[in-house]
């Protein structure tokens, strides 16, 4: 493990598991002063059909709105804090590929954090797929939190 972490990552969704692992990720960002990444992504896997309903356009429109009102929230609380340099991106698509896909694309990235389950994760199971598949394929460290 690295003694000090350059840039942190922290893949978001709706989830409250997201969300204490958001607040941890400022917190290790602020005390190693490093920049910070909120990737939100939007699962799009169910819009993908050949003759889209405009309903599914429409919930898919609402969600891309959601996303983007909650990193606003998210980069002002995070504009508070001492973390140096923070970024927010929103994407499109299975979000443990698109993890894994970003942190590859930027190798700057040494630390992923990210919640045990997430929004589609039933509360028995003790790590969600997203989570694990990001454990298992990441091209850095990875921090989940419970």
Same mark, same amino acid.
């Given at each position: 493990?690295?003694?000090?972490?350059?840039?942190?990552?922290?893949?978001?969704?709706?989830?409250?598991?997201?969300?204490?692992?958001?607040?941890?990720?400022?917190?290790?960002?602020?005390?190693?002063?490093?920049?910070? #990444?909120? !990737?939100?992504?939007?699962?799009?896997?169910?819009?993908? #059909?050949?003759?889209?309903?405009?309903?599914? #356009?429409?919930?898919?429109?609402?969600?891309?709105?959601?996303?983007?009102?909650?990193?606003?929230?998210? @980069? #002002?609380?995070?504009?508070?804090?001492?973390?140096?340099? !923070?970024?927010?991106?929103?994407?499109?698509?299975?979000?443990? @590929?698109?993890?894994?896909?970003?942190?590859?694309?930027?190798?700057?990235?040494?630390?992923?954090?990210?919640?045990?389950?997430?929004?589609?994760?039933?509360? @028995?199971?003790?790590?969600?797929?997203?989570?694990?598949?990001?454990?298992?394929?990441?091209?850095?460290?990875?921090?989940?939190? @419970?």
């Amino acid at each position: 493990m690295p003694s000090n972490y350059q840039h942190v990552l922290i893949p978001v969704d709706n989830s409250e598991p997201a969300e204490v692992a958001f607040n941890e990720a400022v917190n290790i960002a602020a005390r190693h002063q490093a920049k910070l #990444t909120i !990737l939100y992504v939007v699962d799009d896997r169910a819009y993908h #059909t050949p003759a889209m309903d405009p309903l599914l #356009t429409e919930l898919l429109d609402a969600e891309a709105t959601h996303a983007a009102a909650a990193m606003r929230d998210r @980069r #002002t609380f995070v504009e508070t804090t001492t973390v140096p340099a !923070l970024q927010t991106e929103v994407a499109y698509g299975d979000p443990k @590929r698109t993890i894994i896909d970003y942190a590859s694309q930027h190798p700057e990235i040494d630390l992923i954090v990210l919640g045990a389950t997430g929004k589609d994760s039933p509360h @028995r199971v003790a790590v969600g797929s997203t989570t694990s598949y990001v454990v298992d394929q990441a091209p850095c460290n990875v921090i989940v939190i @419970r």
